[in-house]
């Protein structure tokens, strides 16, 4: 198939302290969904359905925070949030608190193609996504025992007055911020070019291990932890939500593309800035019009990828 422009694709699974024993597991998850991602762009499908797919493959998967295998809430539930964003047109879609889908970004593509509206969330996401022809499954299906651990440890953690990584446990923004930056940031997201010059950008979370029932985060907020604009760039995030939520990050960086700032310096910036300006911690995939790429982390390592016409390269470092 002959391209106006080479596809790029670029995936994250997360960016934290990977310990060596999940490194091959996210390695993996990272591989499969770039596959999966750009075996549609090279059959010239739209950079939509390619982030659309990669993310599916990464919420299917249970080494991430996304889907199946996601973190707990503090009642033991697993909710779900996930925003889809086509760079062509600013049509966007997303859910949030969902907790009977097992794949959000499906139901975030629904609302973007069938919704005069952008936003749906909890029941009436789930009703909006059974409409269209999404099961709804039990709650209990997305939960697995590894997370009932991870739960049942920072609860406890909380209780012995151990910093751990629920909020409710800090008496400081640097006892705050300390606990984030040691917390397991595994959400997953995706930016892609496709063959038509078309960006489009995907996030898909379990949000934060102990949150609070109805705590939305970053990831599918348009402009914090999501954003796709054919005229700047496209940007997937992970990381501690609250702090990548007050400062607009994914909007912030993707408007240093647009005027003038290589990918890779605007990924590094607006880290730095996420660090420097409210002590947060996290990672940033970015992709510009032009199929450059920027990726930045301050956290101990990130899991992510990329793939063009020169073929794929997978990092957890
Ligand atoms: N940013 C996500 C949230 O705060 C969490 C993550 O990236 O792991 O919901």
Redesign the pocket.
Known sequence: MTFKIAPVLTVHG?AWDIPDDLVEPHRQGVTNALAAGYALLEKGASAVDAVQAAVAVMEDDEAF?AGRGSFLTSDGRVQL?ALLMDGATLRAGGVACVERLRNPIHAARLVMDLSPHVYFVGAGAEAFAAEHGMSLIDNSELVIDRERRHLADAQLKQRNGVAGPTPAAASSPTQLAAMHAATS???VGAVALDGHGNLAAATS?G??LNKSPGRV???SLIGC?CYADNLSAAVS?????EP?MKLVLGKWAVDRVQQGTPPAQAAGEAIAYLFHRLGGH?GIILLGPMGRIGVAHNTPRMAWGTHTTRGMEVYVR
């Open positions: 997360g925070d949030d940031h595994d959400t979370t949000g934060t985060g970053d990831s932890g995030l992970t990381g501690w939500g990548i996290g």
